[in-house]
């Protein structure tokens, strides 16, 4: 059986408390975490293999945030 390999942007969020969480925004509901970014990372992708296995095999398709999404730093004034 030929594999696939596809690409996914993943968001890491760096926790109060210690460690990191992560999800894929193009995989709603795919979410992880992990004490260190090392862990955070192969549990994020263990987590998007899990979730597409029980994908239909049709839709699946590559990410597409990484061509269309970025981070800005915006400073706001409160009251």
Known sequence: MKKKILHYDAVFEKESDGGYSVWVPDLPGCASQGDTLEEAIGNIKEAA????ED???EKIEEGKTHKDRFIVPVRVTTQ
């Open 49 to 52: 293999e899990l979730y597409l």
């Open 55 to 57: 994908a239909d095999e």
